[in-house]
T-cell receptor, first 109, second 113 residues
Framework: AQRVTQPEKLLSVFKGAPVELKCNYSYSGSPELFWYVQYSRQRLQLLLRHISRESIKGFTADLNKGETSFHLKKPFAQEEDSAMYYCALTPGSSYKLIFGSGTRLLVRP | EAGVTQFPSHSVIEKGQTVTLRCDPISGHDNLYWYRRVMGKEIKFLLHFVKESKQDESGMPNNRFLAERTGGTYSTLKVQPAELEDSGVYFC???????????FGPGTRLLVL
């Protein structure tokens, strides 16, 4: 079964601290992995996708096929990073997004 | 450029009534998706249109849900009759190509009493 797991519902860190939001997936094929973010009172938007290998707003994520993980990392968290973060995948056979339950990141001053 | 729009932003109806949600994708986007998040659970896929055709409707929960996209522009999602468990936030997204970024609308918050 295709599934995305985000084990943390809430992650609270202080400004300047490193952040790692965990994401594990189960899929037998070669999925495409994404991180979406929803800031307060804004719509869901794409943060990054693994095929782009980009760093957006200081965030990076590396696909680890051996561990079936796609953790999101940032070395120094900022208060404006506070938001809801969703990990998602699209299976090779479809274009639908399969979402994890989300992790709320709270960056405290 | 206008983003994906959804109407209404909120809807409160009684069990057994009918509700129709509308989504206007970004102009030129052939792909339109419906998702929903119910009872604080994961955001779940409902269906995918390519132009006016249903490409994938594997996520539609039952036959009380009917989605249309006549003319390949805006889409409607009708729930008839609504049940309590249909309460949640319904999201629409659109993309230009099949593997392109999906852009989300603000969602419609549905409450069935």
């Amino acid at each position: 079964a295709q599934r995305v797991t985000q084990p943390e519902k809430l992650l609270s860190v202080f400004k300047g601290a490193p952040v790692e939001l965990k994401c594990n997936y189960s899929y037998s094929g070669s999925p495409e992995l994404f991180w979406y973010v929803q800031y307060s009172r804004q719509r869901l938007q794409l943060l990054l996708r693994h095929i782009s290998r980009e760093s957006i707003k200081g965030f990076t994520a590396d696909l680890n096929k051996g561990e079936t993980s796609f953790h999101l990392k940032k070395p120094f968290a900022q208060e404006e990073d506070s938001a809801m973060y969703y990990c998602a995948l699209t299976p090779g056979s479809s274009y639908k997004l399969i979402f994890g339950s989300g992790t709320r990141l709270l960056v405290r001053p | 450029e206008a983003g994906v729009t959804q109407f209404p932003s909120h809807s409160v109806i009684e069990k057994g009534q009918t509700v129709t949600l509308r989504c206007d994708p970004i102009s030129g986007h052939d792909n339109l998706y419906w998702y929903r998040r119910v009872m604080g659970k994961e955001i779940k896929f409902l269906l995918h249109f390519v132009k006016e055709s249903k490409q994938d409707e594997s996520g539609m929960p039952n036959n009380r849900f009917l989605a249309e996209r006549t003319g390949g522009t805006y889409s409607t999602l009708k729930v008839q009759p609504a049940e309590l468990e249909d309460s949640g936030v319904y999201f629409c997204a659109s993309s230009q190509g099949l593997k392109e970024t999906q852009y989300f609308g603000p969602g419609t918050r549905l409450l069935v009493l």
